[in-house]
């Protein structure tokens, strides 16, 4: 799940008059809320156009929970650290017979499992009317206010903009990118409005895209991650980073949270983890700078406007991985790539990841709680036979592309990363992408391959492949297996709430009163 870090309640005289508020007249039945992903036959809020979670059920080609279609499959698995807040979604004949959704969602926070479940079942009903209502001459993204606050929103107004360069872009992708950007605004609206759920220190990511015939377009929030696998010219599968994690160690999110007087830096027991603050408080400690909800933030830097790309798909490309940091957090591009190439079936890909990615996590940290983890594969090109996927086991390099990025600032002339991707990638929100940002900013970021560890129970078979994690290895992991973690640490959560300690030049105010 993402992290967002809770220190010390505030001090009765710190922080802004908004958080003290909220403290004092907080709604006490968020967590009955049954209402978080809508109930029985209820409207689900929102206005109109918004379905009921029955009219939802019956959508033909809508998948959200673990399952497999003919093109995409879906797999999910809690962690060690309590309820699952991983939601997943795959919705064909999305606007038309050759479009379809795809959306991952992590929430963080005590209500993050309802805000995930919220956004899966109402974002992608909002996007489709409000891509419906553009696609017949609609309104402008604009006309619905934002909800965050004037600073925040004239600091991301040119995030709103279409560049120059959208002439070489297909017509579809205008009036989707402005249905995506209204969408978000109005889910994020909708979640700080809803009566039942809380989402003032809870929230969501959102990693979705939108396929039409050879046309993607990404929208991404937060630290989620959508990759792809690809053939290169020597017909070599690769590893394609199709997004960027937006953390606040991306200088150019950094730089607009300080200039709306959050704070970003890190934990002296984590180093390698920039998180955001408020002005006045050791809280809420979140590693993103992007998400819906977290509604504590919203007025110091903390946005809900995704990061928008587009790619026109060729036959070389095969795949696409949408997963949250639980997978990414153990297993590189790559390696994701290669399992999902090397899975028996399309139907059993998704699993097959997130099993991987569950025994990582034991191999790798095994005094660790794993995190959650959800997987969306969609499968772009014609099925292979069972004997060449048998008979070839897929050689999985790294590209190394360039993107084209439509942003005024430009934090770092860094070479780009190998695993983003290439010119073909269009890139509509300002983010500039540096070697050192594309890292999946977490404890693991200076782990690169799993090590092989030799296990007594285990006899490996000869003539098995000797990767240290076979697809085999991995798909025979027991899920029932009793796991314990209780002398280790509790691994980096999207927010923290346990008290911690800074630094004498990082410790607030607040902080030395009362010393």
């Known amino acids: 799940m993402g992290s967002c870090l809770s220190s010390e309640a505030p001090a009765a005289g710190d922080g802004p008059a908004a958080w003290r508020k909220r403290r004092h007249g907080s709604r006490e039945g968020a967590a009955a809320g049954a209402g978080a992903a809508g109930g029985g036959g209820k409207k689900l809020p929102g206005g109109a156009g918004e379905m009921t979670e029955d009219e939802l059920a019956r959508v033909p080609g809508r998948l959200c929970g673990k399952g497999a279609s003919a093109v995409a499959c879906l797999h999910t698995q809690q962690g060690r650290k309590g309820t699952n807040q991983d939601a997943m979604v795959v919705w064909e004949s999305f606007n038309s017979s050759d479009s379809i959704f795809c959306g991952v969602f992590d929430g963080h926070g005590p209500y993050g499992h309802f805000v995930a479940k919220k956004v899966r079942d109402s974002l992608p009903v909002k996007l489709r009317t409000q891509w419906q209502t553009s696609a017949n001459g609609g309104s402008s993204p604009h006309q619905n206010g934002s909800i965050n606050s004037e600073e925040t929103g004239s600091i991301v107004d040119d995030e709103w903009g279409d560049g120059d360069d ?60 959508a990759i792809m696998g690809t053939r290169d010219a020597s017909n070599n599968l690769t590893a394609l980073q199709l997004t960027v994690d937006l953390k606040p160690n991306l200088p150019r999110e950094a730089a607009r949270i300080q200039q709306c007087k959050g704070r970003v830096f890190a934990l002296q027991d984590e180093p390698e983890v920039a998180r955001v603050w408020l002005p006045n408080n050791d809280s809420p400690g979140l590693a993103m700078a992007r998400a819906f909800g977290d509604f504590c933030l919203k007025d110091y830097g903390l946005i809900s406007v995704p990061e928008i790309s587009y790619r026109r798909l060729t ?167 009793e796991w314990s973690a209780l002398e280790g640490v509790t691994r980096v959560n999207s927010l923290l709430n346990l008290p911690r300690l800074l630094s004498g030049d990082k410790r607030s105010t607040s902080w030395r009163k009362r010393r």
């Open 166 to 225: 959208t002439e070489k872009l297909p017509e579809m992708f205008l009036p989707l990118k402005q249905s995506y950007l209204k969408a978000f605004k109005l889910m994020d609206k909708e979640l700080k409005l809803h009566p039942t759920v809380d989402c003032f220190c809870s929230g969501s990511t959102a990693v979705t895209l939108v396929k039409q015939g050879l046309d993607l377009v990404i929208g991404n929030l937060g630290d989620s991650r």
């Open 315 to 481: 036959e070389k490309d095969e795949f696409i991985i949408l997963a949250t940091d639980g997978v990414w957090d153990v297993l590189s591009n790559k390696e994701a790539v290669d399992i999902v190439a090397s899975a028996p079936s399309r139907a059993t890909a998704a699993r097959a990841l997130v099993d991987c990615a569950v025994r990582s996590w034991r191999l790798k940290f095994p005094t660790s709680k794993s995190d959650d983890c959800a997987v969306v594969c969609l499968f772009l090109g014609h099925e292979k036979s069972a004997d060449s996927v048998q008979g070839s086991e897929p050689n999985v390099e790294t590209a190394e592309p360039t993107v084209e990025v439509s942003s005024s600032t430009q934090d770092s002339s860094a070479g780009v990363d190998e695993d983003i991707a290439d010119a073909g990638m269009h890139v509509s929100s300002a983010v500039h992408i540096s070697e050192a940002t594309l890292q999946h900013s977490t404890t693991l970021r200076e782990v690169d391959e799993i090590v092989p560890v030799d296990e007594p129970t285990a006899s490996k078979e000869p003539g098995r492949c000797g990767s240290a994690r076979s697809l085999a290895d991995c798909i025979s992991t027991n899920e029932e297996e």
